[in-house]
């Protein structure tokens, strides 16, 4: 198996560039599609990736059913991921997030290839409303509940639910060989980007903490933080995803949830103890202001915010796999390499 051809769609964004090094460590011949090599560039050239720079929206020579064809797995990691964008641009969500991705999946079904394809925790929706404390997300027995059309923030997670479907009733009637990845928020190193001022961008929560520590704006903690997530460290994340390509299980024609339950916390909970992670890293130890914002100033008109997402992960465990970071040593390990890059960077231009 160590010797197959992996095609990683999307391979340099946040998940795909941990997953390239990853199989890259395991012995794997890849190859990584993607608009921009930045998050892997430290690694190029090298003699088992080809990298290919290309917008897969302007692939009119077929270059990617080319790809998929000599590949024997595609993980197809390509979507816009964050929140902002679903309330900021919906139909470029649906366009590239759907309509590109099922061509995608269609060049799997022609050309038989076997399919790993990254959806979303989002997919559960409101579910979480409903919740006792005690209930999980489970892959074959939860419904999934999206809020109203008004609220345009679900466009992401239907455009994913109904591209799973898509993937499902392809194995169905074309005998696609698939498995479909829910991945529980991922956090770590490289994820999205940082901001130095706060008007800057609006990364995903644990970026856009992060910033807030380094460059000293307010954290702003949408709606009072009391919407719950569980956090799951990208090394764990990636076994797992090592694991779902060539343990013996193989999940085929299965959706798995990815995520670690014991780190559930509220977004407020989640603030205070980064900035006490912060001050035992950190050399200066300051940390700025808490502040609360209304979910519809932070993203916009349609936002709507998940309330609970708690994974089953059973699939994983049953198997032997278990995460290894607790939600603390999630943030000291992801923290401390922003910690480090800044101080490192502040030391240069001080000399
Ligand atoms: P990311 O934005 O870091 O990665 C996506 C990558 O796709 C980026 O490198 C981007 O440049 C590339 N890309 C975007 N449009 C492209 C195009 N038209 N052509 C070629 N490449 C393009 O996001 P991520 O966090 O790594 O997420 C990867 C996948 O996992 C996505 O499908 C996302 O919806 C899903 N997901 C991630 C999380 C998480 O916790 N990070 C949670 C749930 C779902
Ligand atoms: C994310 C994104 O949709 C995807 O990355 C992914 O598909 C999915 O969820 C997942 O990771 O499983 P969400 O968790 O809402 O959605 O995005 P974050 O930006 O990580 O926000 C988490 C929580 O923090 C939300 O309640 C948000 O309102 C809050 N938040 C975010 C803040 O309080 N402050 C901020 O600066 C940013």
């Known amino acids: 198996m160590a010797m197959?051809?992996?095609?990683?769609?999307?391979?340099?964004?946040?998940?795909?560039?941990?997953?390239?090094?990853?199989?890259?460590?395991?012995?794997?011949?890849?190859?990584?599609?993607?608009?921009?090599?930045?998050?892997?560039?430290?690694?190029?050239?090298?003699?088992?990736?080809?990298?290919?720079?290309?917008?897969?929206?302007?692939?009119?020579?077929?270059?990617?059913?080319?790809?998929?064809?000599?590949?024997?797995?595609?993980?197809?990691?390509?979507?816009?991921?964050?929140?902002?964008?679903?309330?900021d641009m919906p139909l470029e969500v649906v366009h590239l997030n759907y309509d590109q991705n099922l061509r995608l999946v269609e060049n799997c079904v022609e050309t038989d290839t076997r399919l790993i394809q990254f959806s979303t925790s989002e997919v559960y929706g409101k579910m979480g409303h409903r919740q006792g404390d005690d209930k999980v997300f489970s892959e074959d027995d939860s419904d999934l509940i999206m809020g109203p059309v008004e609220n345009h923030r679900w466009i992401y997670a239907t455009a994913k639910q109904l591209l799973e479907r898509m993937v499902h009733a392809h194995g169905i009637e074309n005998g696609l060989d698939w498995t479909v990845i829910r991945p529980f928020n991922f956090i770590g190193r490289e994820m999205d980007y940082l901001i130095e001022e706060?008007?800057?961008?609006?990364?995903?929560?644990?970026?856009?903490?992060?910033?807030?520590?380094?460059?000293?704006?307010?954290?702003?903690?949408?709606?009072?933080?009391e919407n719950r997530r569980s956090f799951t460290h990208i090394s764990d994340a990636v076994s797992a995803m090592v694991y779902i390509l060539e343990g013996p299980e193989r999940y085929n024609r299965e959706v798995v949830n990815i995520g670690t339950p014991g780190n559930e916390t509220s977004m407020h909970d989640f603030a205070y103890l980064m900035r006490d992670v912060y001050e035992d890293l950190s050399s200066d130890g300051e940390v700025p202001p808490i502040e609360t914002v209304p979910g519809e100033e932070f993203y916009g008109e349609g936002y709507e915010d998940c309330?609970?997402?708690?994974?089953?992960?059973?699939?994983?465990?049953?198997?032997?796999?278990?995460?290894?970071?607790?939600?603390?040593?999630?943030?000291?390990?992801?923290?401390?390499?922003?910690?480090?890059?800044?101080?490192?960077?502040?030391?240069?231009?001080?000399d």
Not at 35 to 63: G, Q, S, Y
Not at 315 to 334: I, N, S, V
């Open 4 to 87: 197959d051809r992996v095609a990683l769609f999307g391979g340099a964004g946040f998940i795909g560039s941990h997953l390239t090094r990853r199989l890259l460590d395991e012995g794997y011949f890849l190859t990584v599609i993607d608009v921009d090599a930045e998050k892997i560039a430290d690694l190029l050239p090298h003699d088992r990736i080809d990298f290919r720079e290309l917008d897969i929206r302007d692939d009119n020579d077929d270059t990617v059913e080319r790809i998929v064809e000599t590949s024997d797995v595609v993980f197809d990691l390509i979507a816009y991921a964050n929140p902002k964008q679903y309330v």
């Open 198 to 225: 706060p008007d800057a961008g609006t990364p995903r929560v644990f970026a856009s903490f992060m910033s807030a520590l380094l460059y000293d704006h307010p954290m702003y903690l949408v709606d009072g933080g």
């Open 307 to 350: 309330e609970r997402r708690i994974p089953e992960v059973t699939k994983l465990t049953d198997a032997g796999w278990e995460p290894q970071y607790d939600l603390r040593e999630t943030l000291e390990e992801a923290m401390s390499y922003y910690v480090d890059m800044y101080e490192r960077e502040r030391a240069a231009s001080l």
